[in-house]
C-alpha cells in the first residue's frame, strides 16, 4: 500500500492510489451511469405510452 504524501498535487496523489481501486471507481461511476440512463429511458417510455 502506497503511503500518501500530503504535499502531492493531484495528478500525482492519483498515480499513488493502486491500479485495482481507480479501476473499480471508474467501474462503480460507470454502472451508475447505466442505472440512470435506463431510469431516464423507462420514465420516457412510461410517459410516451400514458
Excluded at 485495482?20 to 435506463?38: D, P, T
Amino acid at each position: 500500500m502506497a503511503i500518501i504524501d500530503p504535499q502531492l498535487s493531484g495528478a500525482e496523489r492519483a498515480e499513488a492510489t493502486p491500479l485495482w481501486r481507480r479501476l473499480a471507481w471508474m467501474a462503480a461511476i460507470w454502472a451508475m451511469s447505466i442505472a440512470v440512463l435506463g431510469a431516464v429511458a423507462m420514465v420516457i417510455k412510461v410517459w410516451l405510452k400514458g
